[in-house]
Structure formats: C-alpha cells, structure tokens
C-alpha cells in the first residue's frame, strides 16, 4: 500500500463500518486502512491514530469534534426471550446485561419508560457491545445498546430482537482528524468526509 492511514473506534463501531468499507477502498484504491479498537486506550501508544472516532455525551464535544449522528438506545434479546417481552416493564423481569462506560443505558432507558430504576442490578457484566450481542443471542438476558449496533447485528444474522421503542440518550457519534503529515492528512480528510455519508 502507497499510505495507511490509522482509524481509531469502538469494537462496535469497526463491526458496524465493516461492510461499508468497500466504497472507500474503491474509491482510494492505494490506501490501506489500519482499524485499531479505542478499548483500554493510552497516550503513550506506539502507533499514531490519524482519524479517531468517538461516542460522547453532546455537552461534552469540542470544536475538534465532528457530529456524525445522534445516537438511540434500545432494548435488545434472543429470539426466544423476544417472546416474554410484551411491554418495557417485561425487561424488569430478564437477566441483565451491563457494558462498561454504558452504565446508565438500563436506567436511562427504564425511566424513559416510567419505570422504577433502583432495582436494576447487572447479571452480566461485558466491556462492549459486540460481546453483549453475543450474550443475547445465546439467551443469556437482555442488553441495552446503541440502535445502530442492534440492527447491524440483526442484518448480519446474529438472532436477536430489538424489542422496546429507541430513546434518545444524549449521545452523538464524532469523528476527530488528529495532526498528522500532509500525504496522511489528504487521506484521513477524505476518510471523514466518506465518514460522514455513511451516518
């Protein structure tokens, strides 16, 4: 490959841009596209991320920051636990799965609905979505999860339902173009700009 150019996101969100990373490979033929995921990140990796890709609270972002979208939560199951839930109070009454740095999905989502959230405690507890999918579709509980990241999971065929209307939950997907020398710079600038008609 001419250039490489380094894209920094979540587990999910590689998983979710994975089929649609054709169209930019077509379109930049010579570039290679290197996916590092954003899980347990530090300042003193050895590798520069040129495009980073970010979920954050919208009262958080930055002039840095880039909205991509604004993001739905939802509630999510295996196909036979799908058949218990027949309003959001049936939630109450499953096996809970938890995702770190989520941790207010559950009571977000519950009082949203009216319902009480101090009785919620997490069966199961992972460190992202793509993990928390897989747990649904084994029939382990239901997950609260980003919308984007439940339908992409159902469209690839893992069996699972989203069984809840979506609510806001005050978070927007970004993307951030880092300092980097001006081949790289080009490239990763055309990345964000693909970037932002994917969303």
Known sequence: ?????????????IVWLSPKLGAF????P?????LVTSLWQNDLEKHPVDVDILLASQNQSDQRMTKLSDERIVPVCGKQTSTKILSPADLMK???IHILGF???WSRYLSANGLPTDIISPQLVVDTSVAACELVAAENGCAIMLERFAQQAIKAGRPIRIVGDPVING???YVVQRNTTPPVQH????FCGWL????
């Open 196 to 199: 932002k008609t994917c969303f």
């Open 25 to 28: 490979q077509d379109e930049y």
């Open 1 to 13: 490959m001419e250039t490489t150019i380094v894209v920094r996101a979540s587990a999910a969100m």
């Open 103 to 105: 941790d207010d999905h």
């Open 171 to 173: 978070q927007s997907h």
């Open 94 to 96: 499953c096996d809970t």
């Open 30 to 34: 010579g570039v290679g596209i290197k």
């Open 187 to 190: 490239l990763s600038s055309a």
